[in-house]
């Protein structure tokens, strides 16, 4: 017998979409797809199959259908990080960057986000965390970490005595939310690698904390799990050189599936407290 559960009624349907993370439609109107292949089909009885007769083909100005949502240069390669990285270091300031992440088309990610969720908090904060990637809350309001799991983190801030509005500045390794909140894939997280390092760098934090398993690996360049690294001090190296103190501690949303891990967590940000207060002196 497979382990997937009976379903019985559209509503358990939809219950079950909803907590795999597929909460919402990605069109704002419903496509029908089998009127464009219809609509499709005669063209391609036209057309020419000489090499020749393709060559004087006109390009299309306006690709149809599903391509049209999604241009074709934002289609994820090398290519798209190589840009990232030239735009990132073009900015010189937080919200210079934040325009250029903006505009930036180069993952798909992009096209299925509403929102560009760049940071919150305070900017020029000495202490910075980093997560994953928004969620649905995170996506509909424009702000990293509002959902259940910024509920949690802003309680273990004001535990060391920090206010997310006035004591630390927050973002993401990658500042779209992955549809259906999946993980966003290798080639997805290299493209916006350089935004999160320009925006490191930029914000100049003296601590930074990276939040769960991908932020860890990404920041750190490591290939060591989260369970291994957590409340060991590391070293963030940016492009340039800077290199900040980092702790790697357990992401909130793991906290929440995990609550006898919340004691682990609550240790590493004493530890991150103890480091922030030794270097202020
Ligand atoms: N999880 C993250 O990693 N980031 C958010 O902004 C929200 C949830």
Do not use: C, N
């Given at each position: 017998m497979s382990g997937f559960p009976t379903i019985a009624t559209t509503e358990e349907l939809l219950r079950f979409y909803a907590e795999a993370g597929y909460d919402e439609a990605m069109e704002e109107q419903p496509v029908d797809r089998f009127a464009e292949a219809q609509a499709a089909a005669p063209q391609r009885a036209a057309t020419p199959t000489h090499?020749?007769?393709?060559?004087?083909?006109p390009t299309p100005a306006v690709p149809s259908g599903a391509a049209a949502t999604i241009p074709a240069a934002a289609v994820p390669d090398g290519e798209q990080a190589q840009r990232a990285r030239a735009l990132a270091r073009q900015a010189n300031t937080l919200e210079e960057l934040r325009e250029i992440v903006a505009a930036f088309d180069g993952c798909n990610l992009k096209f299925t986000a509403k929102s560009t969720v760049f940071a919150d908090g305070m900017p020029g904060a000495d202490l910075m965390l980093v997560g994953e990637a928004p969620g649905s809350e995170e996506d509909r309001a424009g702000l990293p970490f509002v959902g259940r799991s910024?509920?949690?983190?802003?309680?273990?801030?004001?535990a060391i005595g920090r206010e997310r509005a006035t004591g630390a500045y927050i973002a993401n390794v990658v500042p779209w939310r992955p549809p259906g909140n999946r993980d966003p894939s290798p080639l997805e997280t290299e493209i916006c690698r350089p935004f999160i390092e320009r925006q490191i760098e930029l914000a100049a934090p003296k601590v930074i904390v990276t939040l769960g398993n991908p932020s860890t690996k990404l920041l750190l360049k490591t290939q060591t799990g989260i369970m291994r690294m957590r409340g060991n001090w590391q070293t963030f190296v940016s492009p340039s050189g800077v290199q900040i103190p980092a702790m790697p501690t357990l992401h909130p949303a793991y906290l929440l599936r995990n609550p006898a891990h919340k004691k682990l967590a609550w240790r590493d940000f004493l530890e991150v407290k103890a480091k922030l207060a030794s270097l202020q002196g």
């Open positions: 090499p020749a007769a393709a060559e004087r083909r910024g509920q949690l983190l802003d309680r273990i801030l004001a």
